[in-house]
């Protein structure tokens, strides 16, 4: 019985540093700088897209430089999908009734570049967030109408 216990201590001893890294992914403030940087990537992509699109006549280089944006584009919002319900599903969302919250921003924003099925996901946290303050319920209604539109566009 001690060797198992003290097996157990060294294999806890082995994942501290896993779990400590987790628990650190949770505070506020790193969640607000991840937030803050995936708002960021995706809005500097997003502008360029839209610049680049505008252009009146485009060669065949503009061309290929939007069609590997938009691939990177769609490449990021499946990982901005998956940093973002990973961290609130181990997390939670930031409390703190915050004026400018990163984290939820970048959760709204992501959401709505996301799939139905991401959107419907994720909305239970975010209508959470509503009701105890956290989140305007004027951002809820936003990802509200999206997910109405979509539901009546689904054949």
């Not at 003290?6 to 505070?27: K, T, W, Y």
Request: hydrophobic share 45%; aromatic share 6%.
């Amino acid at each position: 019985m001690k060797t198992l216990t003290v097996i157990s201590v060294c294999h806890l001893l082995l994942f501290l540093p896993v779990f400590a890294n987790a628990n650190d992914q949770c505070n506020v403030d790193s969640m607000a700088k991840i937030g803050a940087a995936i708002v960021k990537a995706d809005q500097e992509k997003r502008i360029a897209h839209i610049r680049l699109s505008e252009a009146a006549s485009k060669t065949l280089s503009q061309i290929q430089e939007l069609q590997a944006l938009e691939n990177q584009i769609r490449d990021d919002d499946v990982a901005h999908q998956s940093k973002i319900l990973d961290l609130v599903q181990r997390c939670g969302l930031p409390k703190g009734n915050l004026i400018s919250n990163p984290f939820l921003d970048a959760t709204l924003v992501v959401a709505l570049h996301a799939p139905l099925e991401y959107e419907l996901t994720i909305y239970p946290y975010l209508q959470s967030a509503a009701k105890t303050g956290d989140l305007s319920t004027i951002a809820l209604e936003k990802l509200e109408r999206r997910i109405r539109y979509w539901q009546r566009m689904k054949p």
